[in-house]
């Protein structure tokens, strides 16, 4: 979400991240679900998606831990996040510098991640007006 730049894995599923997106940028808050989610819904109506894969649910915990430690709390699945603009640099701060990507080892996305929050987030879809 923090490095979304309008890039995924087919034109439906982009299309379908750029309005959660702009539901975000507009001020919902997020609940966080355990396993596919509005996100992967156009993933889901291919063939074989990998979203229930184990290396999916093992990189969904792994990002739970990292954020709930980030944010100092113990996230559950069915918390609420609402993302303010503090905490949106927060978390591209943290990204960053390392300490929430514990999920990303081995992940197809690692260089443009890594390439859009070196560049100080440039194109990122996601951004706050407050
Ligand atoms: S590298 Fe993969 S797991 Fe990490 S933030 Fe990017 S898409 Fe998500």
New binding site residues.
């Given amino acids: 979400?923090?490095?979304y730049v309008g890039k995924g894995y087919s034109q439906a599923f982009i299309d379908n991240y750029d309005r959660v997106i702009a539901r975000l940028a507009a001020g919902e808050e997020i609940i966080i679900g355990q396993g596919p989610d509005e996100i992967c819904q156009p993933l889901l109506e291919t063939a074989d998606p990998h979203c229930h894969n184990d290396s999916v649910v093992e990189?969904d915990a792994q990002?739970l831990h990292d954020v709930g430690k980030l944010l100092g709390q113990s996230l559950q699945f069915g918390d609420r996040i609402k993302i303010s603009l503090p905490t949106l640099e927060h978390l591209r701060h943290a990204?960053v510098g390392g300490m929430t990507?514990s999920?990303?080892a081995g992940?197809?996305?690692?260089d443009?991640?890594?390439a859009v929050s070196t560049g100080g987030y440039n194109g990122a879809k996601l951004y706050i007006v407050e």
């Avoid at 992940?107 to 690692?110: I, T």
Wanted: aromatic share 18%; net charge positive; hydrophobic share 50%.
């Fill in positions: 979400m923090l490095t990189r990002a990204f990507r999920a990303c992940c197809e996305w690692f443009l991640c890594t």
